[in-house]
């Protein structure tokens, strides 16, 4: 059982490293458009957390799942606008 939840804490320690990197990665390519096209990247965000909502309505998501999605949705959206506002103040 011990061994159990170790594989599962190294498991998830994975998947949270991954999961930063990819963020990371994420960023950096955003962050590299040129500024006219900052906007564009917002606003296909703001159309896909719609997206993803009206699909999660229809598939039953709980709640909770559903609310969770949604912040980490406009997390990544006020990161990567806070990266447009950086780079433009520079």
């Known amino acids: 059982m011990k061994n159990d939840i170790a594989e599962l804490?190294?498991?998830v320690t994975k998947l949270r490293t991954d999961l930063t990197a990819?963020?990371?990665?994420?960023?950096?390519?955003a962050g590299?458009?040129?500024?006219?096209?900052h906007q564009?990247?917002?606003?296909?965000?703001?159309?896909?957390s719609?997206?993803?909502e009206q699909t999660d309505g229809q598939a039953q998501m709980p709640?909770?799942?559903?609310?969770?999605?949604?912040?980490?949705i406009q997390r990544?959206?006020?990161?990567?606008?806070g990266l447009y506002k950086m780079r433009r103040d520079i």
């Open 9 to 11: 804490k190294a498991y």
């Open 22 to 29: 990819t963020n990371l990665v994420l960023s950096s390519i």
């Open 76 to 81: 990544h959206h006020d990161h990567l606008q």
């Open 63 to 72: 709640e909770e799942i559903r609310q969770n999605l949604q912040q980490s």
């Open 32 to 37: 590299s458009l040129p500024p006219e096209q």
């Open 40 to 48: 564009a990247v917002l606003r296909a965000i703001a159309q896909l």
């Open 50 to 52: 719609v997206m993803q």
